[in-house]
């Protein structure tokens, strides 16, 4: 897939949801994480990161968003469920972002949104967990960039196998816990 992407959380507190991020993060092929002011309590990823994914790839964990320094041309994405936020379906995602996902109490904070140059929400009834809204974010960029072919007018699969380019050879079995 062209571009690159990171994915991390402002203020994010439980270290389930931060393992379940970075797990969810390295299986779609993140580049980077982040963590923008975390609780404490959120660094004992080792509890739940089943994948040991934080070997995988880099997590930044910067103590506030001053601290955050973000690669050169790579667009922050906040995703909040706010009434002038993007529908996910309906946003193109940059080649290059970072996506920024709020905290499991409250919101994204009024100063990181205004550091964003695009605000999407998933049209949901209300909010969905955090590790939930990254894969969801994670699983919309993927389909949307990725090269599938096109989904066919009556149910199933494309006509035949050759017209079905997954991501990157072929698909792998899932990860032992
Ligand atoms: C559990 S939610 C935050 C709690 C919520 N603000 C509340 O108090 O009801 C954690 C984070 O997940 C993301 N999130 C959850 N549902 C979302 C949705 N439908 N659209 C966009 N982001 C969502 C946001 O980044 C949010 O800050």
Known sequence: MRGYFGVGAERISKPLNLG?????????????????????????IHLSDTAKSALHIPLYEWAGLEEMKLPRGCALVGVELDPVAIDLP?????????????????????????????????????????????????YDRMISMGRFADRPVRTGGPPSEKDWAPLSGRPRLCEKN
């Open 20 to 44: 379940a991020v970075l797990r969810t993060g390295h299986a779609f092929g993140a580049s980077f994480a982040f963590t923008i002011a975390a609780h404490h309590k959120a660094q004992l």
């Open 90 to 138: 309906s946003f193109r995602h940059p080649l290059n972002a970072a996506y920024l996902f709020g905290p499991e109490k409250g919101d994204l904070s009024p100063e990181s949104k205004a550091l964003c140059t695009h605000l999407v929400k998933i049209p949901t009834r209300f909010c969905v967990n955090l590790s939930v809204a990254a894969a969801i974010v994670m």
